[in-house]
């Protein structure tokens, strides 16, 4: 189970690796970096929409929005740039992040 754990915090790792090389491409869609420059923010926000005293509904707002607006983000983005950032050594190369 603590490998289970271990490979899905890995490919988070990686993820956040590829968005951020996304982010910086000069090639990348302005809508798309808008997009995932308001998913970040939103996960950073120290408030929320819907307060979390809610019940259900003040949790599912951040499992609900920040995926909704990433996903929307990668439509925007050309295949080309997505495979050249996720295949790029420095995001393979895990040693970079604790």
Known sequence: ????????????????CVYH?????KSTPMAAK??????????????????DFIPVIGQL???VIIPLLVI???HFIPDEIIEKHRNREK????????
């Open 21 to 25: 090389g996304i982010l910086r491409d």
């Open 34 to 51: 808008c997009l995932l420059g308001l998913a970040v923010g939103y996960l950073m926000m120290p408030f929320d929409l819907i307060p």
């Open 1 to 16: 189970m603590l490998e289970k754990f271990h490979k899905i915090g890995n490919a988070f790792k990686r993820e956040i």
């Open 61 to 63: 707002d951040d499992l």
């Open 91 to 98: 995001c393979l190369d895990m040693k970079d992040y604790p």
């Open 72 to 74: 929307m983000a990668i």
